[in-house]
């Protein structure tokens, strides 16, 4: 079977007024890709949440929870433009990115998940839960037994800030991944491999005290270990147990 000529990246941009969303023309190449068959290779066999500049010439594997606000306030103040600035579960051409740099950040599962927490369930309600169920919810070792119930590999099927976050990469393709914990040096070769300028101090979206820092009971130790051991495994963060 033949290889069909690359779509050209220009055309893979999401829509001004929204960000998730690519633009029309966008989706239908996505669309016509998909439609000529899973094994053809032309589209990434696995949907992640993308941000791609093509005049860096970068794609960045969003992680959820991780310096997302941060590295995307950096772009935008340094006119990094980001032609697909928030796309959700997009597979993409790869053919038309083969020569992009491709980064994401990544953080210790631990303190990933009490951020979550903190964030989505003790000061907003973002799950929905009703009252009762939220009151419970309070506790996060409740939270991670509602938690460990569902398939954390699962895109789509699981929110994006509790998914492994080695799912949320295409481990073949990427060429660097960085560490919340030393994110200064690391966003700082990011930086000179995409041609921005600067490196902001610090970032902006730790949302709550990491979860190695407070004190996390056993329960919570061993239902983190148990459920986000592949990221563990691949990232050399040592399990907390």
């Not at 369930?121 to 996060?140: G, I, L």
Request: charged content about 25%; overall charge neutral.
């Amino acid at each position: 079977m033949s290889t069909p000529d690359a779509p050209p990246p220009e055309l893979f941009r999401t829509r001004p007024g929204n960000r998730r969303r690519l633009t029309p023309h966008a989706q239908a190449e996505v669309d016509r890709l998909a439609a000529a068959g899973g094994a053809s290779a032309w589209l990434s066999p696995l949907a992640y949440n993308l941000t791609i500049s093509h005049s860096h010439r970068f794609v960045w594997y969003r992680v959820a929870k991780v310096a997302t606000r941060t590295i995307r306030h950096h772009c935008e103040t340094h006119g990094v433009s980001m032609d697909v600035d928030h796309a959700m579960r997009v597979r993409y051409p790869l053919a038309s990115f083969a020569d992009y740099f491709t980064f994401a950040f990544v953080r210790d599962p631990l303190d990933r998940f009490v951020s979550a927490w903190q964030d989505k369930v003790v000061d907003h309600n973002y799950y929905d839960f009703d009252p009762a169920t939220h009151e419970r919810m309070q506790t996060v070792e409740e939270f991670a037994r509602w938690t460990a119930a569902q398939d954390l590999s699962a895109v789509p099927g699981t929110d994006q800030h509790l998914t492994l976050q080695s799912r949320m990469i295409d481990l073949n393709r990427v060429d660097f991944v960085g560490r919340l914990d030393t994110f200064d040096r690391d966003f700082a070769e990011v930086c000179e491999r995409i041609g921005a300028p600067a490196v902001p101090t610090a970032p902006k979206n730790q949302t709550a005290p990491g979860g190695r820092d407070r004190q996390a009971s056993g329960e919570l130790r061993e239902l983190v270990a148990r459920m986000y051991r592949r990221d563990y495994q691949l990232f050399g963060y040592q399990e907390p147990i």
